[in-house]
Structure formats: C-alpha cells, structure tokens
C-alpha cells in the first residue's frame, strides 16, 4: 500500500485508533477461524465423497492439488493488499479451499483420536504465543526474521527427505517445525498489529484487506503447527 503513516501520530489519537484495532483484530482472528474451519470442512468432504480417491488416482491432479495452495500464497499472497476487498477474500477463501484438499489426507492417515489431540494442543499454544505476541512491548523483528530463515531451511530438508525417506530427519524436521511455528505466531501476532498503525488509512476497505493479509499469516502458522504435531503423535502412538 502507498499510504504510510507515521506509527507515533497514529497512536496519539488515541480512543479512536484503539477501537479501530480492536475491531481490526477482532476481524484477523475471525477470518482466521473462518478459514481453518472451511479447511476441515472441505478435508472431511474430500475423504467422505469419494474425491479423495479420485484425486489420488490421477497422478496430474493429485500434484496440482498438492502444490496449488504453495502456488496461490506465493504469487498471490503479497498482492491481497492491492486487490479489491472481493477480490482478497476470493483469494483468501480459494487458498482454504485448496489446503482443505491437499490436507484430505489427515482422516486416512491419523485416527480421530490424534487430531483432535493436535487440534487442542495447537490451538493452547497458537492462543499463548498470539496473546504473547499481542500484549510484549519486546520487538520481535529480529527474531522473525530469523524464523523465517529457518522456515526456508525446514522447506528444504522436507524436499531432500522426500528423496531420502530418513524417519529421523522426519521427526527432527516435525519437531522442529511445531518449535519453529508455535514461536513464529508470536511475531506473526505482533508484526499484524504494527502493520495496522503502519497502513491503517482509517477506511473499512483498507482495514478489511490487511485483515485478511493477517489472517493468512496465522491460519500458516496455526496450519504448521498442528500438522506436524499429529506428524509427531502419530510416530510416538506407533512406537507404543
């Protein structure tokens, strides 16, 4: 966006600014929810009606289905703040779409038992570390920056392992990965409120798109975490 205020004169209005982020929040963490529960939605119908197989039968359409969610957030993702508010939740809600497709696979794989395990175990430290990363008045740029790193390094051992088929490096990249997330979320958290007062023009529009922006950050976050933690389950449920 071209619109960039100054974070001081932003807060200095005070009681206005603070309802606005609020609401801003409030919307963020909605969307989010929104987005995760069309993802288990369409998950749970892919398997039940039968498209599951007909995805994995087709060796074409099953790596578009996998892939296409990557595709999307790369090409797509940075431009939601350009885009119409339309347009940015059509983007937004295709992605969920895609990544309840691509993630079918967690009601084969896992029983019940184990994803709802993960889902409550995510969802106590997604909400810990997004509350930590709302309330410090640490800067948390550095170590987001760092996280990020290690997210590019995660991507590539996960590419090299699909080669190599290591249950270690498996469940050293699982591991790392729920760590590297869970933390993640709190930068996540913090850096969505800064680009508020950073960009914020004071319309519903503009306040709407970097919601969604937003809510594409922790839905990543909160996805990761909670896949590799029914990763990491499953493997200690497999060793008893």
């Known amino acids: 966006m071209s619109y960039m205020r100054n974070e001081q004169d932003i ?24 987005a995760l529960g069309v993802t288990g939605l369409v998950a749970f119908l892919t398997v039940f009606s039968g498209l599951y197989q007909v995805i994995h039968s087709s060796p074409i359409l099953f790596c578009g289905v996998a892939f296409a969610p990557l595709v999307l957030v790369v ?3 940075p431009r939601i703040p350009h885009l119409s508010v339309q347009s940015a939740f059509t983007i937004f809600f ?67 392992n699909l080669f190599l088929g290591s249950s270690p490096l498996y469940f050293a990249i699982s591991f790392i990965s729920v760590i590297v997330f869970t933390l993640l979320t709190a930068c996540d958290a913090q850096r969505i409120k800064d680009i508020y007062y950073r960009y914020n023009d004071g319309s519903e529009a503009a306040a709407t798109k ?12 909160f996805i990761n975490i909670f896949l590799n933690l029914l990763r990491l389950l499953n493997l200690f449920n497999s060793r008893d």
Do not use: P, W
Request: a positive charge.
């Open 94 to 160: 295709t992605f969920s779409v895609l990544m309840g497709l691509s993630s079918s696979y967690i009601f084969v794989r896992y029983t019940a038992e184990n994803i709802a395990r993960a889902f409550f175990i995510t969802s106590i430290m997604f909400g810990s570390m997004a509350l930590y990363g709302n309330i410090t008045k640490k800067d948390l740029t550095s170590m987001g920056s760092f996280l990020i790193t290690g997210v590019l390094g995660l991507f590539i051992a996960f590419i090299v």
């Open 11 to 34: 807060r200095s209005q005070g009681v206005y600014y603070s309802a606005g982020l609020r609401s801003y929040l409030t919307k963020v963490y909605n969307y989010m929810a929104l």
């Open 210 to 221: 970097l919601a969604i922006f937003g809510a594409t950050d922790l839905y990543l976050d």
């Open 75 to 77: 090409f797509a993702y």
